[in-house]
């Protein structure tokens, strides 16, 4: 037993190998990216938006291709001191892994890079009320990823002009997930 439970362990670390031939940043498969999904990580240029209490602070559940090839995002947030589910639909734009969806302003929603069975990288533009703020995201297929899969996202920040002192990491901070 003690034997089935250590490969069972030795496979899930295994399985969150990092390689980067699984890489898709373009021509995207959205069908393999409906599923479950947890925050992992966050980054925005105003940065009280993410952090507790900010309106942008949301724990993804899932993600589902809809109908139309939109995106339905399921998600919760504390709301006085209350787990709140959402779910909002992406609307496409016709560029593959774009959308636009109405969620606290306007916002464009586009998949930086994507290992479909490990993680996603999201960048989303937020208008609203005549400011914008960006904010990229970083969703896993497990509650927590191996370092190799946050440098990854402390680059793509970096490349969009989001230092260290922007990221808030969001392992084991949902206050909505029982394990």
Known sequence: MALLLLSLGLGLVCAQDF??????????DISK??????????????RKRIEEGGDLRIFIKSIQVVEDGGLKLSFHFMLHAECTDVAVVCSKTGKSGEYTINYLGENSLRILEADYQRYVILHMRNFRNGTATQVLALYG???????????????ACKSHGLGPEKIIP?????PCYTR
């Open 19 to 28: 390689n980067t031939q699984r890489i898709v940043q373009t021509n995207y």
């Open 33 to 46: 990216v409906s599923g479950t999904w947890y925050s992992i990580s966050m980054a925005a240029d105003n």
């Open 141 to 155: 297929r497990f509650p927590e990823l191996k370092y190799s899969f946050l440098d990854r996202f402390n680059k």
């Open 170 to 174: 969001f392992s084991n901070q949902n």
